[in-house]
Nanobody
Framework: QVQLVESGGGLVQPGGSLRLSCAAS????????MAWYRQAPGKQRELVAT???????NYADSVKGRFAISRDNANNTMYLQMNELEPEDTAVYYC????????????WGQGTQVTVSS
């Protein structure tokens, strides 16, 4: 079973940038969809961005124009470039994968903390 590990989180000031990575333990074939989610304390987990197997991307309205999702198939890694960060972006960020080889509801990484504060 493939495993996902997020990295790149940390403390950043408002207006700053971070680049999150989601590395898969082995090569991923036939991706159906990959996504970044986030969950702030006391709030429900929310979808941030998706990228389909064909490369189509979608974003939550709250991050549109500031975040960019991408994937490097050769390195089995998905990224989330986060610019113009706001305190409201503070959350644990999780990556998610669904492929033909995963369980039907996909698999999750463990999450990486992003804190935006001055």
């Amino acid at each position: 079973q493939v495993q996902l590990v997020e990295s790149g989180g940390g403390l950043v000031q408002p207006g700053g940038s971070l680049r999150l990575s989601c590395a898969a333990s082995r090569r991923i074939f036939s991706v159906i969809s990959m996504a970044w989610y986030r969950q702030a304390p006391g709030k429900q987990r929310e979808l941030v961005a998706t990228i389909s197997g064909s490369g189509t991307t979608n974003y939550a309205d709250s991050v549109k124009g500031r975040f960019a999702i991408s994937r490097d198939n050769a390195n089995n890694t998905m990224y989330l470039q986060m610019n113009e960060l706001e305190p409201e972006d503070t959350a644990v960020y999780y990556c998610w994968l669904r492929s033909i080889a995963t369980p039907g509801n996909g698999i999750w990484g463990q999450g990486t903390q992003v804190t935006v504060s001055s």
